[in-house]
Nanobody, 127 residues
């Protein structure tokens, strides 16, 4: 059973930085993708970034491109989301999600492509 545990959320001022972690366990192969999503109150869940373990390729939504960086540490089975130049509109609950069956190209930011989800961590950007 795949399990994902996020950490690293908190309160930060506009322009500040946070690093989120997603500790993963239970994968039975190295063919997996991890996505980062966020959901603000009253809004739909939005994909912001994802990483493929096999290829190492990374993907970003336009809203975070140039500010967020996703990376992985296979030795620690952990995926990170480094968030810089944070804006109030980045405020949301952030989730990591995993797929062990491959992601259809063009659908990387669709929540229904991912099977496993973490519990979420709150990120609040406010002065």
């Amino acid at each position: 059973q795949v399990q994902l545990v996020e950490s690293g959320g908190g309160l930060v001022q506009p322009g500040g930085s946070l690093r989120l972690s997603c500790a993963a366990s239970g994968f039975t192969s190295d063919y997996w993708d991890i996505g980062w999503f966020r959901q603000a109150p009253g809004k739909e869940r939005e994909g912001v970034s994802c990483i493929s373990n096999r290829s190492g390729r990374t993907y970003y939504a336009d809203s975070v491109k140039g500010r967020f960086t996703v990376s992985k540490d296979n030795a620690k089975n952990t995926v990170y989301l480094q968030m810089n130049s944070l804006k109030p509109e980045d405020t949301a609950v952030y989730y990591c999600a995993a797929s062990a069956s491959g992601i259809t190209p063009g659908r990387r930011f669709r929540p229904d492509e991912y099977t496993y989800w973490g519990q979420g961590t709150q990120v609040t950007v406010s002065s």
